[in-house]
């Protein structure tokens, strides 16, 4: 079946302006998950979602960043007032229903770059 | 919070070679797995192991939970194997997944 998938897949923007990065979680899987990863290091956690609800949006740099996941499948990550530090790849993941301890499944990510 | 730690940090084999990663961590945990993420980006999973051992084709994993580590074992390398393997753990004291730092594997034909 298909797998996550993230659109758009790379993203160029201008610092100042407003983003929003879309992922599509694998069909029936409750829990959702971003992650953005800078050059060279590992994924770093964002925000959690079960169903519809941030279960854990600890991971979240700043009041710049917000997620939302309505009807809780597709996930859409807002980013305001962008800065170049924000540019990172963003990874979206889904899990079917144990949250953090089932297995995670990655979408190819978003690459945003801010200029 | 729980500490990732992976080794060797880069690995450079020929084709044909066998070779052991090593991921260490700090805590207790309730979910680890592997992932290979290749050159284009894509993260792929490998193995869910939190403890005990699994094999698939030429890879196989082991975790001891009780020692805080668990092993990546690839046989007979090939050059598509190439990229950067995660190891990624959950621990009982939180709710994150928490990557490793990573081993950047090149294999050489």
């Known amino acids: 079946g298909a797998g996550v998938s993230q659109t758009p897949s790379n993203k160029v923007t201008e610092k100042g302006k407003y983003v929003e990065l879309r992922c599509d979680p694998i069909?029936?899987?409750?829990?959702l998950y971003w992650y953005r990863q800078s050059l060279g290091q590992g994924p770093e956690f964002l925000i959690y979602?079960?169903?519809?609800?941030?279960?854990?949006d600890s991971g979240l740099p700043n009041d710049r960043f917000f997620a939302v996941r309505p009807e809780g499948s597709v996930s859409t990550l807002k980013i305001q007032r962008t800065e170049r530090g924000d540019s990172a790849v963003y990874l979206c993941?889904?899990?079917?229903?144990?949250?953090?301890?089932?297995?995670?499944?990655f979408g190819p990510g978003t690459r945003l770059t801010v200029l | 919070g729980i500490q990732v730690e992976q080794s060797p940090p880069d690995l450079i084999l020929q084709e044909g070679a066998n070779s052991t990663l090593r991921c260490n961590f700090s805590?207790?945990?309730?979910?680890l797995q592997w992932f290979h993420q290749n050159p284009w980006g894509q993260l792929i999973n490998l193995f869910y192991i939190p403890s005990g051992t699994k094999q698939n084709g030429r890879l196989s994993a082991t975790t001891v939970a009780t020692e805080r580590y668990s092993l990546l074992y690839i046989s007979s390398s090939q050059t598509t194997d190439s990229g950067v393997y995660f190891c990624a753990v959950v621990s009982y004291n939180t709710d994150k997944l928490i990557f490793g730092t990573g081993t950047r594997l090149q294999v050489f034909p």
């Open positions: 993941a889904s899990s079917s229903n144990q949250g953090f301890a089932d297995t995670q499944y």
């Open positions: 069909s029936g899987h409750t829990a």
């Open positions: 979602f079960q169903g519809t609800g941030a279960a854990d």
């Open positions: 805590d207790s945990v309730n979910n």
